[in-house]
């Protein structure tokens, strides 16, 4: 088993952490649990940055002592992640003592090897990114963040930088993938090629930090104390068996890092490592901003959205699987609500939760909750091959992709196999095969095929959806953890057969968007109103005081009030008890829906209503895609006689309702936990 050690950045602990850091943690627990599935042992770093002039600051005004102020942010962003079940292997603080022990070493090397000298700095200094600008004067824009920057004057030590243009050039001439993406190292490249200056890596006007072993109340600039994070966390300079263990580990196979900080870790600290005698990290790959309405997330700007609302209201693996599907790893991507919801609604919801769903389902239903013995010969059609060869071809494509960090392709790949398999299931219409008797080895096939593609597709998914493949492998009445699965030994024909398939619930409860929307806002907005740290409990929402007017609900919500509502239309005729009850009304699940041909308002509809399964004709098609339905929980009149619409017999009526000033219907429906053919009364 080879050893596979990636690292987060570590997170500077000026304020609260929010999405973006939980975007750059998520991917790299992503990676860990994909190289463990190869084989691989992998072993991840995280951790925080808390030295420097901003944290000071940021103390300072909080009132509170530096110390206290970064062991209080610090502990949020553990409770987070353990909170987010992200799993990491070693976690480093730069204020403990190991770490100062570490930096002092490095810089002992460093200077040993003569590359350090005494002089002093004047100019622009960026206190937000802890750059020494340079060029230029105080009040020009950061070339990292665009802030302003001060004046700085001071007595430093400086690092020998400039000595380590061409071997820095060298190296990403020599190792094409130390920098990715591509056009990060042609970033990088440009930078070194311009020249590169000596660096101050002392700050002699500032207490908050590592004290320097020089005797003149100098402490270490930032990244030269920072950096060191990723070796002292797992045992640089410590001895014994804590040495032996970063021996063993370092390299870092993967520095994972947000492209802002890119030049700190693809030329500072392999210069650094350079002239301290000591062997380079094997990669950096630097990704893009997390973008909220067009401008990345930070504190400053108050755009923050915290992960912790959204893990409360759809669960982690939702957002995980935004995250990777959205934005393609390496560029900026955008995040909304909207978008959020409706990624969820579409591909967890309808897509795989429904796959999940029916196929259980029906196996549950038709074969007493065992898996279902395929024909050999006489039932197999070229339809059930082709779910097969794609689901051969899945597998060698999402690993070849999850494996160049390519998780948006990895995922469509994957998805293309749910594609394929509730298409499968649609056009075979098991819920047909059951109710003819010579056609049970048929039936046998069709729902070995889907459940054995299923299996392929959780295992697959495990790796984003850790909670929800673990949950659909267990419905599966499969041994072990998905996650213990080998991807080299992955292959068709592996579900076992005859057995039992364990309980069936939905993985991907469908989500009201509106509903949904409202309840992250208020969330968030409780959040950043009562400074609460994550971890902590959110209150529940105050109880109201009498009814509530809609414009007062969608204030409180934070959203725009609606417009005032039309007037209801008139009540019917009254009718008898005995007249209601002889409506039989029922809940029944989309299997299957397609459009009416020659009509732009009708839906021709399978829905299974837990005794039967029936066809329907329902004028919605102006009001919902085909593909949007299936999976969804209806309300149905089932009693009604049989009637032709296009020349196709409908059984039964889906109950919607008609809203004030409009044709548009918008259906009834249940919670997806209460069972086809309940009787609503």
Excluded at 352 to 360: I, S, V
Excluded at 539 to 559: L, V, W, Y
């Amino acid at each position: 088993m080879s050893k596979y050690y990636l690292t987060t950045p570590l997170y500077y602990v000026n304020a609260q952490p929010h999405l973006g850091h939980t975007y750059s943690t998520i991917v790299a627990d992503v990676i860990r649990r994909f190289r463990r599935m190869q084989g691989h042992e992998a072993l991840m770093l995280t951790g925080t940055d808390e030295h420097g002039q901003k944290v000071e600051r940021s103390a300072q005004a909080a009132g509170m002592d530096p110390q206290a102020f970064t062991d209080q942010v610090t502990q949020s962003f553990r409770a987070l992640w353990d909170e987010l079940g992200l799993q990491y292997d070693f976690f480093i603080r730069t204020t403990e003592a190991r770490h100062a022990v570490a930096v002092q070493k490095l810089f002992h090397l460093v200077e040993k090897a003569g590359y350090i000298y005494k002089g002093s700095y004047a100019g622009p200094y960026c206190f937000f990114d802890e750059l020494y600008v340079g060029e230029g004067q105080a009040g020009d824009p950061c070339p990292l963040c665009g802030r302003p920057t001060e004046q700085v004057t001071e007595e430093n030590y400086f690092f020998k930088l400039s000595a380590f243009e061409q071997p820095l050039l060298k190296l990403y001439r020599d190792q094409p993938d130390f920098v990715r993406p591509e056009s990060r190292r042609n970033e990088v490249i440009s930078f070194v090629r311009g020249g590169l200056r000596d660096l101050s890596i002392s700050r002699a006007n500032l207490k908050w930090g590592i004290p320097m072993p020089t005797g003149d109340n100098h402490v270490f600039y930032v990244w030269f104390d920072a950096l060191m994070g990723y070796m002292t966390g797992i045992g640089f300079a410590q001895g014994g068996a804590e040495e032996e263990r970063w021996k063993r580990l370092w390299p870092a196979d993967l520095h994972l890092v947000g492209k802002e900080i890119l030049r700190f870790h693809a030329v500072y600290w392999p210069a650094f490592l350079m002239a301290a005698g000591l062997p380079l990290p094997r990669g950096v790959y630097a990704h893009g901003w997390l973008l909220f309405e067009q401008d990345k997330m930070s504190k400053s700007r108050g755009n923050i959205v915290s992960a912790e609302p959204i893990h409360r209201v759809m669960g982690a693996d939702g957002l995980r699987y935004f995250l990777l599907r959205e934005i393609v790893f390496g560029q900026d991507g955008s995040f909304s609500y909207d978008a959020l919801v409706d990624r969820y609604n579409s591909d967890l919801a309808n897509d795989l939760g429904n796959l999940a769903k029916r196929t259980l389902d029906m196996i549950s239903r038709y074969f007493d909750g065992e898996i279902p013995y395929p024909s050999g010969v006489a039932a197999r059609q070229g339809a059930d091959q082709e779910v097969q060869d794609k689901a051969t071809e899945t597998i060698q494509a999402a690993t070849a992709t999850f494996d160049a960090f390519e998780f948006s392709r990895g995922l469509e790949a994957i998805w293309g196999l749910v594609a394929a398999v509730n298409k499968y299931l649609v056009e075979n219409e098991p819920w047909t095969l059951a109710d003819q008797p010579d056609e049970r080895p048929r039936l046998a096939t069709v729902l070995y095929t889907a459940a054995e593609a299923l299996r392929i597709v959780s295992v697959l998914a495990a790796p984003v959806l850790p909670v929800s493949a673990g949950r659909i492998w267990r419905q599966l009445g499969l041994s072990g953890e998905v996650h213990e699965q080998l991807l080299a030994e992955l292959k068709w024909g592996q579900l076992p057969l005859g057995g039992k398939i364990a309980k069936v619930e939905a993985v991907f409860p469908r989500l009201d968007k509106a509903a949904t929307i409202a309840e992250l806002r208020r969330l968030e907005q409780e959040l950043s109103a009562a400074g609460r740290k994550p971890g902590q409990k959110p209150a529940a929402p105050a109880a109201p005081q009498g009814p509530q007017a809609p414009a007062e609900q969608a204030r409180s919500a934070g959203q725009p009030a609606p417009p005032p509502a039309a007037a209801a239309p008139p009540l019917g005729e009254r009718i008898t008890i005995d007249d209601f009850a002889k409506v039989d009304m029922r809940v029944g699940q989309v299997l299957a829906a397609e459009r009416v041909k020659g009509t732009d308002k009708l839906l021709k509809l399978t829905v299974d209503i837990g005794l039967e399964t029936r066809t329907m004709v329902a004028g919605i098609a102006e009001a919902y895609r085909p593909e949007s339905l299936i999976g969804r929980k209806v309300v149905i009149v089932a009693n009604l006689q049989p009637r032709k619409l296009r020349g196709i017999e409908s059984n039964g009526m889906i109950v919607a309702a008609v809203l004030t000033g409009s044709d548009k219907p918008v259906l009834v429906s249940v919670p997806d936990e209460v069972p086809n053919g309940s009787k609503l009364k």
